[in-house]
């Protein structure tokens, strides 16, 4: 069984509705403000993390309850994104964040292939924007020889643990740790840059070591983030089992503070580990 058929966590394999829109670029703000769009080729996400901010952008209060239990594709994105291309709305040197309410590479795209549809299309169409990907699956691996292309890009991948078993209680559907770190390495291998996504950081089993792993992987950037004990806009609210884990592993703000002084410490003077919105800049 491969990364992409297997390494996806337990998964939620419902169908996805497959609706048209009448706009594929928004303009950027809050979190990722540094941006002028983000893309969103899918609404909703089958990985249903717990902690997910993007719950709150839900279209009504029924589907902010179930969060994670559905998901639309936006079939006409790779139209949408041709069109915006074509009429100057987007630009090359542009700053585009894909995804702040979905993953790009969450399970349907691997059957579906939109978020590789908007890409070609972008290709196509010779604009060649400052592209920050962000997702936490191996899918994405699929599609390197498009990444490959363009000229400003950083695949950002969360890596939120080194424990599987604290990474099962807020993200029991998507992929698990290894799989995350084996596609980093394989978009770094392929020239890809990648960003390592610490955010928020779950309990540690071994900080030290975690900080060695990371730092092998010799990321573009790095950025970290503690858990958010409330739900506020823009940040990811932490739900009351993930606060138990944390409480009962004695994993805090300044447990948080250490890891974060060894994982720098590990990554040397040349190497920042940013925190917060510092970490999510655009690609270079
Ligand atoms: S992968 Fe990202 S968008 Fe999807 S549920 Fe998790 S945090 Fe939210």
């Not at 952008?57 to 639309?72: E, I, L, N, V, Y």
Request: charged share 20%.
């Amino acid at each position: 069984m491969s990364d992409l058929d297997g390494g996806l966590g337990r998964g939620k394999r419902a169908g996805i509705a497959l609706v048209d829109e009448r706009s594929i670029l928004t303009l950027a703000s809050g979190f990722i403000r540094r941006y002028q769009y983000t893309l969103n080729p899918y609404s909703g996400c089958r990985f249903a993390c717990e902690y997910c901010y993007a719950r709150s952008f839900a279209p009504t209060p029924a589907k902010r309850d179930t969060w994670g239990d559905w998901a639309s594709a936006k079939q006409n994105a790779a139209t949408l994104i041709t069109k915006a291309c074509q009429d100057g709305t987007l630009r090359s040197g542009d700053t585009v964040y894909m995804s702040s309410a979905t993953d790009p590479y969450q399970p349907a795209e691997h059957r579906l292939g939109l978020t590789r549809s908007v890409l070609l299309a972008i290709l196509a169409a010779g604009v060649q924007p400052r592209l920050t990907i962000q997702t936490r699956s191996p899918i994405v691996t699929r599609d390197i020889d498009l990444l490959q292309q363009f000229d400003h890009i950083r695949v950002n991948v969360s890596v939120t643990t080194d424990s599987e078993r604290a990474r099962l209680v807020p993200q029991a559907s998507a992929p698990a740790i290894g799989v995350r770190l084996r596609a980093l390495r394989a978009l770094r291998e392929a020239g890809v840059p990648i960003g390592v996504a610490v955010s928020p950081m779950l309990p540690m089993d071994d900080v030290e070591t975690f900080a060695h792993t990371i730092a092998g992987l010799e990321a573009a950037e790095y950025v970290s983030q503690y858990m958010q004990p409330r739900s506020r806009t823009f940040a990811a609210g932490t739900r009351p089992a993930t606060l138990r884990m944390a409480r009962e592993d004695g994993w805090g703000l300044r447990q948080y503070a250490t890891a974060r002084a060894t994982i720098q410490r590990v990554l040397g003077p040349s190497r920042q580990l940013r925190e917060g919105d510092e970490g999510f800049a655009p690609a270079d």
